[in-house]
């Protein structure tokens, strides 16, 4: 029986490759459940079915090629109870709106004359400064030339500069009044769902660079999702909020730039954190601008902080992880998911982490240390290793699997949509339990 069942194995024909048509039909299907949530099981559905028939690897490939967009400008949609009235104010489009729980958020994208929505593009993120509340969008629009002006003269022409009003409303002192920082930065993974939605980007290149309340706002989204950055530039930023998370950044090349005199954040704070970042090996470029105080030649460096970053994209696959969590509002740290805590904090900013995880491949073994994780979720490549192997993972020195784990295309795209990721989304997903 056994001789039989190898011969029909090896008789089998091996599945071809998805075709190009089969292709655009899902990059355009995927395009449309990220934009609605109500598409999604639907295009589940169509990844199983292309699954059956294609060899996983063709299908990973039309995944990482990202969603398929119509060409021409991004349309106005109807959000919630409101329609936008998108208008363009220079370069500068103002009025995208988008939904995170019961709350509606807006932001604005400068374009350049050279986007086409075939070619992904880098993405600049201004988080948006607790200062534009209650300005028009006109006035808020006029925000974008000093982050324009950086990427450009970084060499990133090419860049979407994106600027959120999400702080201004639920930051510190915001309109709807200050949340939890774990809050702020989920909504965050939100807008970058409903961006990318509408235009091409490249999730390997995507920057967040801030001075001052948004510099803190560069190294928190850092902290809260290290796995989607390319990097972040802080500029003139306290960073007490990073010292107990120097975990996060493990992965994530920081430019920091602060002035030797600065009156406002005390220069004190960023020497010390980017020296233990240093001293870590952690990726940390850490520049002091002597006499500088707190703006002129010190926010003038943002160009250069941008050009260092963009000369190296994002690694959505390294083989060592690291995170500190508060909560699990943000938890993904790569190709790892933590699904439960054994306790949430707080999820504020000057809090303790409750939970930390470092776990590396090597061959084709996982391992895994962890403390106040309950539950994980593992979601692996090829990028990683051999997913046609056996697969070994030890957690907390205890083996908690040994064999294969399936792989599915499907998964991936659940994640990839969960995420907003399609490139850092893994087909062979493994749910754990910590080990007792």
């Known amino acids: 029986m056994l001789l039989a069942l190898a011969f029909a194995l090896l008789q089998s024909p091996a599945k071809p490759p998805v075709p190009a048509a089969e292709v655009a039909k899902f990059r355009t299907a995927f395009a449309e459940a990220l934009s609605d949530d109500s598409k999604a099981a639907k295009l589940v559905a169509q990844a199983k079915a292309l699954e059956g028939k294609y060899v996983l690897a063709s299908l990973v490939d039309a995944l990482r090629a990202g969603p398929k967009l119509p060409s021409g400008d991004p349309k106005p949609r109807a959000v919630g109870k409101q329609k936008e009235k998108l208008e363009k104010i220079g370069d500068v489009t103002v009025g995208f709106l988008f939904e995170s729980g019961k709350d509606t958020y807006g932001y604005l994208v400068s374009v350049p004359k050279s986007y086409d929505p075939s070619k992904p593009a880098p993405i600049v993120l201004d988080p948006g400064h607790g200062t534009g509340a209650g300005k028009s969008l006109a006035e808020k629009a006029d925000f974008t030339p000093y982050f324009r002006g950086g990427a450009d003269d970084a060499g990133l022409e090419e860049a979407l500069v994106v600027r959120t009003e999400i702080i201004e409303q639920i930051g510190a002192d915001g309109l709807k009044g200050a949340r939890p920082e774990d809050e702020v930065a989920a909504v965050f993974d939100d807008f970058f769902r409903d961006l990318l939605s509408r235009f091409a980007v490249d999730p390997d290149r995507i920057y967040v660079a801030g001075i001052s309340q948004t510099g803190f706002w560069a190294w928190y989204l850092g902290r809260a999702r290290p796995d989607r950055f390319a990097g972040i530039a802080p500029i003139a930023s306290v960073t007490w909020q990073v010292d107990q998370y120097l975990d996060c950044y493990a992965n994530l090349p920081a430019y920091v730039v ?117 539950a994980i979720e593992l979601a692996l490549a090829s990028d990683l290793l051999d997913l046609a192997q056996p697969v070994e993972v030890a957690w907390n020195g205890k083996k908690v699997h040994s064999g294969p784990i399936a792989a599915s295309f499907a998964g991936a795209v659940e994640l990839a949509l969960a995420k907003a990721d399609w490139r850092g989304a893994g087909p062979a997903r493994l749910a754990l339990q910590a080990p007792r």
């Open 258 to 374: 602060h002035g030797e005199n600065d009156p406002i954040c005390k220069v004190a704070m960023p020497r010390r954190t980017t020296k233990m970042l240093a001293d870590l090996g952690f990726p940390v470029t850490y520049v002091e601008i002597p006499g500088g105080e707190h703006g002129g030649p010190v926010f003038g460096r943002l160009s250069e902080a941008l050009g260092s970053l963009a000369k190296r994209p994002r690694d959505p696959w390294p083989k060592r992880v690291r995170r500190a969590l508060s909560t699990t509002k943000a938890p993904h740290a790569y190709w790892i998911e933590v699904t439960k805590l054994e306790k949430e904090g707080d999820g504020k900013a000057g809090s303790a982490p409750v939970a930390t995880i470092d776990a590396t491949v090597e061959g084709q073994t996982v391992t895994i240390t962890s403390r106040g994780i309950a």
